[in-house]
């Protein structure tokens, strides 16, 4: 039996390890960014206020079973730095420090032939840099305002390098793409594009070497720059480009950015010259951010707040494009050039068998990846007009009818909603770490935000009831609300009339069976035509709930067995009986494994197999030793040697151990797979 210095000893045991557990907090992290990136490589630095020896976990997104961990090469250091490689290209990434819990994520370069958005900022934007990355998920930032300060970029420079006219603007020494001599011209390689920062056309020459740019563009940093107005074609500059894009039209100069009082465009012989008051001044700016959408046919200019566009590269148009050219565009995230191409192929082609492939193409294009549901509206509308026979009609009339019902305020509730929709929150997985959960919820509010500004818009109800469904995946209680809400506000629309089974569903599905319950009878009372599969629904509510309330009963079990039979007068227990214990356990795991693997089919892995082999193995081995010392207390037997040919003892162990052992497998099934109890009717 244990003796008492036994006792003793494990105790100070368990102290020792929840001291050491409780004592190591997570090291110190200040200051973290993303010193340098490529296609395959990323280099993220931070700094501590203890020296240590840095560790950062990371995993693609989306597959969080291929964490891996790598360590700085240094010894314990107040400046940490570690570089991940052997990445996928253009893939985004989950990443931590050692056992902290906060996470973030980059993006790799893309490679040369994907599209990307880089983000541009006029003025400073510091109070909106967070969201406005995580609604334009730019891949890096370029920042022109003087009035920012290094600090004002600390949110962000975990998640994308941030640059200025100068190179990148870093919080340690010797950054990527920060020439000593400020006055150095430099640029920026980022999947096809090259960015070229430059003071006059005599810094050019060297860095017009991008093999891999589709698109390059020429960022100039003099103050005195004229307007765009008054570029002539003859001028140093301008002949150079063309020479250039002569030269070399795989890899043109598409477009020239260059300081001013205010934004302005103007293209000149196919290059596209971009006033930006890209110094301080009095004038005030028309658009404080610029989002930049590049890809290998066109690169767009978007004024943020003013959703203005300015094209910058298109792409030339062939007089005989094949619809196989022009969805080979669209593929590559070129809608707008995707559509000019088959607009020149309607023009080109008429009496084509595949004509009314491209009427229908242009409109799903703007209807499902530019949301211009008005122009989208047109196309189907000459689809069904011109071509009642096309297989193509009935699709086209559906979405028209769908556009239509949702036409109020010039398209703008229904455009913005399914941007969301069918865009911005399908970046974040409903198995995300918690923070990605709260930057999808960030997207949840600006479709909320869209409720508020048109509060009687004919999208709201969709809105409410598809909010609902998003929050029912990882917020019950707010889903609940949402659903509510729905309901109070719109009780005659169709998705009310379905509200508490919804609800019903939210619940079951997140665990919360008397509460689904109470749900399901509610919705009962609003759709009686249901009744069978709400009934059916309920039932399924209490069978859960009762299978809850056995495992608890269950887990107390084989817990009351062991405390009774160690504590029940006299106290102790035989530790001789642990090793045939686990000899015991052994045997049978090896015979439950084979027995398993007969029937591997059944399982939905296995690593469930092995769970549950061991689990039963378990639960038949490790109960006779508790259960043979509580039928001997029970029994008042003695523990001399003539008293064990009494059967009594031996017998009703084996029943206790059996009830130990029924118990402990319904407990391992139910937390491993619980199908297994509906094959046995439990």
Known sequence: MFCRKQIYFCGLIIIVLFAFTGCNSP????????????????????????????????????????????????????RHEVTLDGLESGTQYIYWFGDHETQYFFRT??????????????????????????????????????ESKNTDYQSIKPHVPVYDLYGQKSSYSKAENRPDDPNKPWKLDWGGLCLIFIEDLSDLNPYLDSPTAHTIGIIMRQNSRPDTEEIPRNTALHRRILDHN???PSNEIAFVLMPGPEIAGKQIDAVSYLQLPLVEDNSAKKSAAIRFDVNIEATYAVLLDTDDEIALKLPPLKENRTCEECRRLASTGSYKESVLAYQAFIDNNQGHFQIDDAYYAIADIMDTKLFQ????????????SLYPDSTLTPLAAQRLQYIAKYADYNFIPLSRFERIRSVDVLQFKDDSPDDNLLKKDRILDRAKKIIEQYPDAAIAPVIYYWLANQYRNHNTQKAQETYL???KQYPDHPYSKEVWWEIGEAHYDAGHYKKAIAAFNTALKAIPDSAE???????????????????????????????????????????NTLLKAILAFMMLLILFLFAGWLIAEQFSSIKELIIIAAGVAAAFSCGFPFSAMLSKKI????????????P??????????????????YVVIFHTNEHFLTMINL
């Open 635 to 646: 029994l008042r037997t003695s523990n001399t040697r003539s008293d064990y040919r009494t």
């Open 246 to 248: 002569k030269k070399h």
């Open 533 to 575: 599969d709400i009934q059916a629904q309920i039932a399924r509510a209490k069978r859960n709930l009762r299978r809850r309330h056995l495992n608890q009963i269950c887990v107390l079990i084989p817990v009351g067995i062991v405390l009774l039979s160690v504590f029940w007068a006299p106290a102790g227990f035989q530790s």
């Open 373 to 384: 549901f008005k122009t989208a509206g047109e196309w189907y509308h000459k689809l069904v």
């Open 27 to 78: 090291k110190s992290v200040s200051n973290p960014e993303i010193r340098s990136i490529s296609d395959s490589t990323v280099t993220i630095a931070w700094a501590s206020d203890k020296p240590y020896k840095g560790r950062i976990n990371y995993y693609a997104a989306g597959n969080r079973d291929m964490t891996e961990t790598v360590e700085e090469n240094f010894s314990h250091a107040y």
């Open 648 to 665: 009594y003892p031996t017998l009703f162990g084996i029943m206790i151990n059996l009830i130990f052992a029924a118990a402990s497998v």
């Open 485 to 487: 809400t729905l309901l």
């Open 109 to 146: 370069k893309p490679v040369a032939v994907k599209p990307f958005s880089f983000l541009v900022e006029l003025d400073n934007l510091s109070d909106r840099i967070v969201p406005l990355l995580m609604s334009e998920m730019p891949e890096f930032i370029l920042s022109f305002s003087k």
